[in-house]
């Protein structure tokens, strides 16, 4: 690229600055002091110490603990001395709650009490109120968002990235994502709010990424989170932050991978959904914050990864039960034996009245009887699992059906070759557990609007397996 067409990308891409927010992160490191405010005596109104260690997380030090005869410490050892529980941390540059009181603490006795406390959550006492977030991420070892997502340019100082930037529009909230090293030459996540929001709203968003990029890309960024808040767009004045530390990065599984399908798929086919459109990726956050049960299904992929084989067999079953409940129950007047739903409802109403005019002596089972009726309206199990991707215009092969059919073994925990012989390969368990993962990626995809080719890990791990194509694409061609 000559160097006029790169002056002109960067005059055109949008630029941040991460200096006021490198400056801020690094002073974290300096210790600062605070007073304590907890309902136990032993530690409350205690002066304390409190800076960023090495491993991110917050260390608290505390001098001495509060005695009495009316309060003596021991009768609050069960709650190590209220460490262990909520409490509030006051200071002059802002207050923290401590809503899950401290991670681990150790304690010393010379002549005086130490405490050295390990805080893995503080809330700011400024979350009430709306502000501009900046939440960063360490990416540790995960792959660039670019390579999964649709983004453009974006500058970073003088510095410019010729892709990076994914801007989606969520509940009415501008939200810039993008990467970038912060300190040390560690890349960091950013997602930012360019509108001034609530910051429940702000953090609920921020964990949808989270999660869908998990099992979109197989990265499930979960490290340690801090979330930053402004009164200025560009984050020029940071006025406080909140922290958590997440349960861990965790990596798996690919649903698309973008990069390599030049390679696979032809020329012609190649102006599908390529890489994950900003369109689709809104679309997934916004089902998931207005849908527990999706967004509950989403996690559980997520959390999948680095699970043994047994373990994420049956977990994909119940995101797979899960995801079958949601598209039937959108779709029940399509599949369901009665179209209505009211006119279900009074027939299995009068076939009640009918079974309870008759004397109880004639049946073994009156409650099992009562029960069939009661799922008169209901598809089939095993015919359900086929419907919601005929619903989803998803098409099915032979072998994905035999797929689908084992899912009531994995959910009730049994592994379904051991009934033909009391061994079983683990590559006849991968096969299954990969191609699962495939066609509930095509299910989830498809509700968040996606029209490109999946990635088969099924192939890539069983090159052996010819009749199977590296990159498919399951819509139904009409």
Known sequence: MKKDSIEELRDRSEGFSLEATRAYIEELKMEKAYKIVSPYPTIDGQPCRMAMNEEGLFSLLVKEMSSSAQNPPVNYQYDGYGFNRPFVLLGREGSFKVPLGVGSFSMTFNGSDMFNCTIVELESQLQELPHFFRCVLPMGSAERHATYIESVSFNVGTTLHFGGLTKLKIRGIQINLFDCALQDGKK?????????????????????????????????????????????REFNHIKHHSFYRLSGSKRGLEAIRPRDMVDFVPKQDQGEERYLSTTTLTSLVELSLTNSAFYRACTILAESHEYPLEIRASTYSVVLETLKNIIIDANSEKINPVKSRADAKALI????????????????????????????????????????????????????????????????????????????????LAAIVFRMHLLLCALLLKMGGFSGYLFNNLRYRFPELKNEPIYRKLDIVS
């Not at 968003?205 to 960024?221: A, D, K, P, Q, R």
């Not at 598809?379 to 092969?397: H, M, R, W």
Request: one cysteine or more; a negative charge; hydrophobic letters at 35%.
């Open 349 to 428: 109403k009068e076939l009640k009245a009918v079974v309870a005019a008759v004397s109880p002596s004639k049946f073994n089972n009156l409650t099992a009887v009562n029960q069939r009726i009661e799922q008169l309206n209901q598809v089939g199990n095993t015919d359900s699992f086929y419907k919601i991707f005929e619903l989803s215009n998803l098409s099915l092969s032979p072998t994905d059906k035999e797929c689908l059919k084992k899912r009531n073994d994995f959910l009730h925990g049994r592994i379904p070759f051991e009934d033909e012989r009391q061994e079983y390969s683990k590559s006849e």
């Open 188 to 232: 960091c996540w950013f997602v930012e709010a360019a509108d001034k929001c609530n910051y429940e709203y702000f953090k609920q968003i921020v964990e949808g990424l989270i999660i869908h990029y998990g099992w979109i890309s197989g990265n499930l960024i979960r490290d340690k989170m801090i979330i930053l808040f402004s009164d200025d």
